[in-house]
């Protein structure tokens, strides 16, 4: 047991928790958080493996991870403007098939 | 173990339960404003207590500097943004609310009016 | 230890992430998403990338937070808080546990039968480090040996953000929300913003040997920007719109520029000369750092620009 390998764990956590907030929650505000827990959980995902079979800190993963980071949350005010828009069009924080279920 | 590692230790568990205090204060006060008495005063001196204890663990005058700045940026961050918390919910008329056994003679004045206002988001 | 650590670490994200997804109030979800982002910074430490702590620290946390916080102020203004909001049926939780099970068994099949990697990477990066042109190998790695991503990168921030101004409409005037009118908060204001200037200058001047960049000091710019904006001082209003604009693509432009300039030497794309690699990344980081900072701050404000009035915003729902 390394912390690399618990954190790939946590990884694989959050990955698990945020694929079921994204398929359970119907308020969109709700899936994107949830979406967001997937990709931090890809992230720790990413760098606790090829650390742990490098056996040293990795630079290059880290640095793919950093400009993950800046476009996940390009990514994240981006659903968020659609949100607004969406809900300033029709009036709901739902997608139209996820009235009826 | 030397006697300034005891030292250290000591400052810094001390530290730690500084902040245990504030959080229990922050999930068990009744309203908003106790709520920030417990997190600003708590967080304070936890992490005053806490920079005091790091300083001796590097001997450099430069990180020194670095570390009791950021104990400074936080207690005005701190002090800032506790005072915007209670300034909005004064605003928003988010009642006081009285322990048992006392008067409720600290009341805001159109407490009437608060129930449809008091939402959840500073006290929360 | 150290394990110890870890683990109420790993106890603490996941406990953090699962209140975070079943709380009922929006706010509670949204609080301890940002609590997340903080204990995923300290995770970073723990598995050694200070750069990435830095980055989820600022921008995981804080821009994250102060959007989704920002939205759910708004829809609350609107009155759609649907705090009380039907729970899903029944057969939605089957599928959504079934499928969360799912993943997580395939990914922890991976993580245990994990492949011998092929080649040593972090030997490559630093044989390759003295021709850099900096002493800090995750700036190496961003700005010369992978260049191409960040290029890419930068581009897709430039599209989100062009994307985001295409749907906004003529009526949204960018300068409505009203600003915190509070002295103490303007007095520190004064304090604040000049600290926080330099402490961006400082990242992108550290990101050469040290911890820093472009990223983390973009983000420090985006937070000044989006407080002055909050405190009501608009940013746009003191600049003209064209300046933005130039702003915005400032970074791209330049990185490009410098990209595209080698193949005049006859040299492949994105490579730097012998001797120049230094100076060259540092331009581009400064370029990139203004950029990333206008970037978000305009993600923010497309973000939070008002509604329509009710009578011109056509068919509503109720």
């Known amino acids: 047991m390394d912390t690399n390998l618990i954190f790939t764990l946590c990884g694989v956590g959050l990955c698990g928790i945020g694929f079921f907030g994204f398929i359970y929650h119907r308020h969109l505000l709700r899936r994107l958080i949830a979406f967001n827990l997937i990709g931090n959980g890809t992230f720790l995902i990413m760098v606790g493996f090829a650390q742990r079979g490098q056996g040293v800190t990795d630079h290059v993963i880290q640095a793919l991870v950093l400009t993950g980071i800046v476009v996940a949350v390009a990514a994240t005010a981006l659903g968020l403007v659609l949100i607004r828009r969406w809900f300033q069009l029709k009036g709901s924080t739902q997608l139209p098939e996820d009235d009826a279920s | 173990m030397t006697l300034l590692m005891i030292l250290q230790s000591i400052l810094l568990i001390s530290g730690a339960l500084m902040f245990l205090v504030g959080s229990i204060g922050l999930v068990r006060f009744p309203d908003t404003y106790t709520r920030i008495h417990a997190l600003t005063k708590a967080d304070n001196v936890g992490l005053g207590l806490i920079v005091i204890g790091l300083i001796p663990a590097s001997f450099s005058v430069l990180v020194t500097l670095k570390i009791l700045l950021i104990w400074l940026l936080v207690m005005l961050a701190s002090a800032l943004s506790g005072h915007l918390v209670a300034w909005e919910a004064r605003a928003q008329q988010v009642p006081l609310k009285p322990s048992e056994g006392e008067s409720s003679k600290e009341t805001f004045s159109k407490r009437e009016l608060s129930t449809k206002e008091s939402s959840d988001e500073p006290s929360d | 230890m150290n394990l110890l650590i870890d683990f109420t670490l790993l106890i603490g994200i996941l406990a953090i992430a699962l209140t975070c997804l079943i709380s009922r109030s929006l706010f509670r979800s949204v609080v301890f998403f940002i609590l997340l982002g903080l204990m995923l910074a300290i995770g970073w430490i723990r598995l050694g990338a200070p750069d990435i702590a830095l980055a989820e620290a600022a921008i995981g946390a804080g821009i994250t937070g102060v959007l989704l916080l920002d939205t759910l102020g708004h829809l609350k203004k609107t009155g759609n808080l649907e705090n009380d909001e039907p729970a899903p049926g029944r057969k939605r939780l089957i599928l959504a546990i079934v499928s969360s099970f799912t993943l997580v068994g395939l990914l922890l099949w991976a993580v245990f039968n994990q492949p011998t990697p092929a080649i040593n990477i972090h030997l490559l990066v630093t044989e390759a480090m003295p021709e850099s042109g900096v002493s800090h190998p995750i700036t190496a790695v961003l ?176």
């Not at chain 3, 985006?222 to 915005?248: E, T």
Request: aromatic residues 6%; glycine residues 12%.
């Open chain 3, 143 to 318: 700005l010369n040996f992978r260049s191409y991503d960040t290029l890419l990168e930068v581009g897709v921030l430039v599209l989100a953000v062009l994307v985001g101004l295409a749907l906004q409409t003529d009526q949204q005037a960018q300068d409505s929300l009203p600003g915190l009118p509070n002295p103490l908060l303007h007095a520190c204001l004064t304090l604040l913003i000049p600290a926080m200037l330099i402490t961006s200058m400082y990242l992108l001047w550290a990101g050469a040997d040290r911890p820093g960049g472009a990223f983390q000091a973009g983000a420090m710019l985006a937070a000044a920007f989006i407080l002055l904006h909050i405190s009501g001082i608009k940013l746009s209003s003191q600049v003209s719109h064209r300046m933005m604009q130039a702003g915005l693509l400032l970074g791209f432009g330049v990185f490009l520029a410098v990209a595209t300039s080698s193949l005049i030497g006859g040299r492949p794309l994105l490579t730097y000369p012998e001797g120049g690699a230094g100076m060259l990344i540092l331009l581009i980081e400064l370029a990139l750092t203004l950029s990333i900072g206008l970037i978000l701050l305009s993600l923010f404000t497309i973000a939070n620009s008002p509604p329509h009035h009710k009578d011109q915003g056509g068919d509503h729902g109720h």
